[in-house]
């Protein structure tokens, strides 16, 4: 099966640093990769849409500043939370669609837990 | 307003029973719909989808249903065992390039 990895799995950061998690596939190339976030006891969030070599699609309500994603390569997606607070923290997870599929099937990464202190 | 509904948050059943497991949607122009399992502090995984046309897809002790009629699915695990016990997200899409639209997932327990 097709693996998507992220990294890194869990990440600590004062306030006001930023921080950058990767999103790669191991196996297929992925012309569109997502982003979600996942708070405790809700669904998974779609923030943006990433898109290979073109500006990120980003939802309503989701602050393209302050998540700068980058998709700079067939099988690497990089979120950036840029300036984090506290409430930022979160879990980060991306998924991957293999090039020319048109079954809807995702492949997730295994996620990454941020903590903002 | 969400377009893919999935009302019970929790769900335990005994070991051997049959698990039940459903979604419902209000978007008529979702054509494809997917379930995924997800594990704490794990990313979700793919378990079984269904295209619009088929009203059943089945693979080993999964199996999903699809009413259009109704705008509801279900998925059927039978018989349950305790490593079944995760949160199950139903998914549904609308077009081969559309994005999956997620329910709120529901946690299943199979206790032994």
């Known amino acids: 099966g097709a693996v998507v990895s992220q990294h890194p799995s869990r990440v600590i950061c004062k306030s006001g640093t930023s921080v950058k998690i990767e999103c790669r596939s191991l196996?297929?190339?992925?012309?569109?990769m997502f982003w979600y976030r996942q708070f405790p006891k809700q669904s998974l969030m779609l923030m943006a849409t990433s898109n290979e070599g073109s500006k990120a699609t980003y939802e309503q309500g989701v602050e393209k500043d302050k998540f700068l994603i980058n998709h700079a390569s067939l099988t690497l997606s990089t979120l950036t939370v840029t300036s984090a607070h506290p409430e930022d923290s979160s879990f980060y997870i991306c998924?991957?669609?293999?090039?020319?599929?048109?079954?809807?099937?995702?492949?997730f990464g295994e996620g990454s837990r941020l903590t903002v202190l | 307003d969400q377009q893919v509904k999935q009302n019970s948050p929790s769900l335990s059943v005994q070991e051997g029973r049959i698990s039940i497991l459903n979604c419902d949607y209000t978007?008529?122009?979702?054509?494809?719909f997917l379930w995924y399992k997800k594990y704490p502090a794990e990313g979700p995984t793919f378990l079984i989808s269904?295209?619009?046309?088929?009203d059943k897809n089945e693979d080993g002790r999964f199996t999903v249903f699809l009413n259009k009629s109704a705008k509801h699915l279900s998925l059927h695990i039978v018989p349950s065992q305790p490593g079944d016990s995760a949160v199950y997200f139903c998914a549904a899409k609308r077009g081969s390039q559309g994005n999956l639209i997620f329910g709120k997932g529901t946690k299943l327990s199979v206790k032994p």
């Open positions: 998924s991957a669609r293999r090039s020319g599929d048109h079954t809807g099937e995702l492949f």
């Open positions: 269904i295209s619009s046309i088929k």
């Open positions: 196996d297929f190339q992925a012309t569109t």
């Open positions: 978007n008529s122009m979702f054509d494809y």
